[in-house]
């Protein structure tokens, strides 16, 4: 993937690497890229259980 994104412009060589790399990327891969991403900025957060409302 990456040799055929050599040729568009106005990509920097490490933008162009991590594009190949989403593209070449199973849905399951990709995914976890997402939620690898997601995570290192903070945004996912496991949600707690909620009590019910019988207890």
């Given amino acids: 993937m990456l040799a055929r994104l050599k040729s568009v412009r106005g990509l920097t060589d490490a933008e162009k690497s991590v594009h190949a ?4 990327a199973t849905p ?3 995914w ?4 690898n991403s997601v995570r290192s900025f903070g945004f996912w957060k496991h949600s707690k259980p909620r009590k019910s409302a019988s207890s």
Avoid at 21 to 24: E, H, R, V
Avoid at 32 to 35: C, L, Y
């Fill in 32 to 35: 976890e890229m997402f939620e």
């Fill in 28 to 30: 399951q891969e990709r």
């Fill in 21 to 24: 790399l989403g593209l070449a």
